[in-house]
C-alpha cells in the first residue's frame, strides 16, 4: 500500500479526510459525534497513520527543530550538543547540526536552514572568521531567534552562552597560587581551547 495516508484512514473509517485531520488534530469546538472520533482513533491505529512532519509544518509554521551550526565534533562540541538535545527533548522538539570547520561560507549555508523556514531557531558557534553578519540581521528581520554559543562575533550584538574566561583562569590561578604553585603555564590548543 506504500505510505498511509489521511485517506486512507478516513476511507476505513468510514468519513472524510478533513473529519480525520480535525479528529487527529484535537480540533476544539469540531462538532463531531464521539463515535466517529472513536472509529477514526481506530482506524489509525489499525493503519498505523504517522502524519507527516511537513504537512503540520505548513498548518502551525513550525518545525519542531532546532538548528545546530559548530566547527568541528570536539569532545567540547559535543558535549554541547548532547546538552542541547536534552533540552530540546524536554520540550519535544529535535535537532540538526550542521558543521562548518570554522569557514564562513560553509557557516552561512547552514544559516540558510532558518531563513528558509527549515528550523524553528539556530544555535550557532559562529566560525572564527566570520563575515556572516548580513545573514544574521536577515534572520532577525525574519523573525528567527538565534543565539550565539561558546563564541560570539565581535561588535555584533546578539545573545551569547559561554565561559566567562577571563573569570575562570583569574579563579584556576588563584587556586593553583593557593596551593602552592609558583610557577603557571597554560597551554593553547589549535581551536583555542585552554588546557591545563
Known amino acids: 500500500m506504500g505510505r498511509v495516508s489521511i485517506k486512507h484512514v478516513a476511507a476505513l473509517a468510514g468519513t472524510s479526510p478533513a473529519t480525520v485531520s480535525k479528529v487527529l488534530n484535537n480540533a476544539a469546538n469540531s462538532g463531531i459525534p464521539e463515535s466517529t472520533a472513536q472509529r477514526v482513533r481506530w482506524a489509525a491505529s489499525k493503519l498505523q497513520y504517522v502524519p507527516l512532519a511537513t504537512a503540520r509544518s505548513l498548518r502551525?509554521?513550525?518545525?519542531?527543530?532546532?538548528?545546530?551550526?559548530?566547527?568541528?565534533?570536539?569532545?567540547?562540541a559535543a558535549s554541547i550538543v548532547l546538552a542541547i538535545e536534552q533540552a530540546?527533548?524536554?520540550?519535544?522538539?529535535?535537532?540538526?547540526?550542521?558543521?562548518?570547520?570554522?569557514?564562513?561560507?560553509l557557516e552561512s549555508q547552514a544559516l540558510?536552514?532558518?531563513?528558509?523556514?527549515q528550523?524553528?531557531?539556530?544555535?550557532?558557534?559562529?566560525?572564527?572568521?566570520?563575515?556572516?553578519?548580513r545573514l544574521y540581521d536577515l534572520l532577525r528581520r525574519q523573525g528567527v531567534p538565534f543565539v550565539f554559543v561558546?563564541?560570539?562575533?565581535?561588535?555584533?550584538?546578539?545573545?551569547?552562552?559561554?565561559?566567562?574566561?577571563?573569570?575562570?583562569?583569574?579563579?584556576?590561578?588563584?587556586?593553583?597560587?593557593?596551593?602552592?604553585?609558583?610557577?603557571?603555564?597554560?597551554?593553547?590548543?589549535a581551536s583555542g581551547n585552554t588546557a591545563l
Not at 540558510?112 to 523556514?117: A, K
Open 60 to 76: 502551525s509554521r513550525r518545525t519542531g527543530t532546532i538548528g545546530v551550526i559548530l566547527h568541528d565534533l570536539s569532545p567540547h
Open 112 to 117: 540558510l536552514m532558518g531563513l528558509r523556514g
Open 150 to 189: 561558546d563564541r560570539y562575533v565581535p561588535g555584533y550584538d546578539a545573545d551569547y552562552v559561554g565561559v566567562q574566561n577571563e573569570v575562570a583562569a583569574y579563579r584556576l590561578t588563584r587556586l593553583l597560587i593557593n596551593q602552592g604553585c609558583r610557577t603557571i603555564r597554560a597551554i593553547f590548543g
Open 119 to 133: 528550523v524553528d531557531g539556530l544555535v550557532v558557534l559562529p566560525a572564527r572568521h566570520n563575515n556572516n553578519q
Open 88 to 105: 530540546a527533548a524536554e520540550r519535544g522538539m529535535f535537532t540538526v547540526l550542521a558543521l562548518h570547520k570554522d569557514s564562513s561560507e
